[in-house]
């Protein structure tokens, strides 16, 4: 009923940018907290970055700076700018939000797929 799908990720030089898109889709009342995740091989989920449905925005320590997150209440779509990249931000990188669907009374976790961020020194 309801699908999250990210695009954005690739391969980058040390330095360089890299913006990641997460779209929402499905039969959707409303979107709470949207977040972004990555994990490294060998390394456990972590929370990089989230922002509240009112825009209100919390960053892990290590990408404070560098990345910036943003939302298109509209366009059910949150985003993650990322400069500076650094070799240890290379991960798979995933969307998460907290949805209500038609029919439901409560929010839910979703997940999307997950897209590799290679940040080569």
């Known amino acids: 009923q309801v699908q ?6 690739g391969l980058v030089q040390a ?5 990641l898109s997460c779209a929402a889709s ?4 409303s979107i709470n907290a949207m977040n972004w995740y990555r994990q490294a091989p060998g ?3 972590e929370l990089v970055a989230a922002i509240t449905r009112g825009g209100s925005r919390n960053y892990a320590d290590s990408v404070k700076g ?5 939302r298109d209440n509209a366009k059910n779509t949150v985003y993650l700018q990322m400069n ?3 070799p240890e931000d ?6 998460n939000a907290k949805i209500r669907y038609v029919g439901s009374f409560s929010y839910l976790d979703y997940w999307g797929q997950g ?7």
């Open 43 to 45: 390394a456990q989920r």
């Open 90 to 95: 290379t991960a798979v990188y995933y969307c």
């Open 15 to 19: 330095g360089g940018s890299l913006r």
């Open 66 to 70: 560098r990345f910036t997150i943003s």
């Open 84 to 86: 500076s990249l650094k």
């Open 26 to 29: 499905g039969s959707i009342v």
């Open 4 to 9: 999250l799908v990210e695009s954005g990720g």
């Open 115 to 121: 897209t590799q961020v290679t940040v080569s020194s």
